[in-house]
């Protein structure tokens, strides 16, 4: 018996407290009347429209966990094997019009992926109808920690002396994107009074990965 299958049971128990459950396996006739575009550096869909789950029966604050089991029993279309274990709820919001729209983080062996995330919208119907993110796909990948977190933050700190800012406001593990492979990184952000920038440190062998100003990403998003 495949885990996605195991999951789905496992699941269903818990989500029958709260409702009927209305996930299952799509048809090969569903799966191909849906809109799907790929992101093809990732290989996982960015865009999926149509009729993928109606949750009309599940209470608003219970359908993250039907949308977890859906993926489950659909790795083909999400490429992911543990979606429960994978994905974590970073925010629920219903808009003026009725529509909820929940938003995912990605994780990785219970560590958050740098910038990953996917976004199930349902309409007022209780229909989930657009599916829309960039993340990657289940890895096998297993980092190792070589660089400590505090010589980590003495690598950007040594960095940004150019730039004037001494002072760490934070310091998270991570997995930095490395095109469609990931690779294990402390996550700092240096401060000073006027100046806020990211520092992705490898945790292999301390390479600064990656640095950017906070207050121009930010923007950009």
């Excluded at 489950?72 to 979606?83: C, D, M, T, W």
């Excluded at 274990?85 to 019009?97: F, M, N, P, Y």
């Excluded at 960095?159 to 700092?188: I, Q």
């Amino acid at each position: 018996m495949r885990f996605s299958t195991i999951l789905f049971f496992f699941m269903l128990a818990g989500c029958s407290r709260h409702g009927q459950l209305a996930v299952r396996t799509l048809s090969q006739a569903e799966w191909a009347a849906l809109q799907i575009r790929s992101n093809e550096k990732l290989a996982t869909p960015e865009w999926i429209q149509g009729k993928l789950l109606n949750l009309a029966k599940i209470k608003a604050e219970n359908r993250a966990d039907s949308l977890l089991a859906f993926m489950a029993v659909n790795p083909e279309i999400f490429k992911l094997h543990q979606p429960a274990q994978e994905l974590k709820v970073k925010s629920d919001r219903t808009d003026e019009l009725g529509f909820q729209h929940l938003r995912f983080s990605r994780l990785h062996q219970n560590i958050p992926i740098w910038n990953d995330d996917l976004v199930i919208h349902i309409n007022k119907k209780g229909e989930a109808y657009l599916f829309n993110g960039r993340y990657h796909a289940s890895q096998k990948i297993v980092g190792q920690a070589v660089v400590s977190a505090e010589k980590a933050a003495a690598i950007a700190l040594d960095a940004a002396k150019e730039k004037k800012m001494d002072r760490v406001d934070e310091n998270e593990p991570v997995w930095y994107p490395a095109g469609a492979s990931l690779r294990l990184a402390h996550h700092l952000v240096l401060s000073s009074e006027n100046k806020s920038w990211d520092y992705f440190v490898a945790a292999d062998n301390g390479e600064i990965l990656y640095d950017q100003d906070r207050r121009r990403f930010q923007m950009a998003r």
